[in-house]
């Protein structure tokens, strides 16, 4: 059983660059990160598998948003880069038992309380 604590959200200028950490993210876990917008559903953000071999991303973040773990300090990160305006949400970090990097809220057990990002224009 894991606990997930997000921090390193904030307010950024379009264009710029935030890190998210979660911790503990718990070191035989796939951790996910998923986001919620006001007015919006929650959706799949990224996602890495417990040996990082496997990871996964929505089309929306592929090529500026990149998640990581590192296990020795049982801790998992979502860099950030080119934010946009259209990426503010508040940010939750999930674990999950499953083997690979899924995409589905529903596969992942732990949850974090989020934190916010806003990015203005």
């Known amino acids: 059983q894991v606990q997930p604590v997000e921090s390193g959200g904030g307010l950024v200028q379009a264009g710029g660059s935030l890190r998210l950490s979660c911790a503990p993210s718990g070191r035989t876990f796939t951790m996910g990160w998923f986001r919620q917008a006001p007015g919006k559903e929650r959706e799949f953000v990224a996602a890495?598998?417990?040996?990082?071999?496997?990871?996964n991303y929505a089309g929306s973040v592929k090529g500026r948003f990149t998640i990581s773990r590192d296990n020795a300090k049982n801790t998992v990160y979502l860099q950030m880069n080119n934010l946009k305006p259209e990426d503010t949400a508040v940010y939750y970090c999930?674990?999950?038992?499953?083997?690979?990097?899924?995409?589905?809220?529903?596969?992942?057990?732990?949850w974090g309380q989020g934190t916010q990002v806003t990015v203005s224009s």
């Open positions: 890495i598998s417990w040996s990082s071999s496997g990871t």
């Open positions: 999930a674990a999950s038992t499953a083997p690979i990097a899924v995409v589905t809220s529903t596969a992942y057990t732990y």
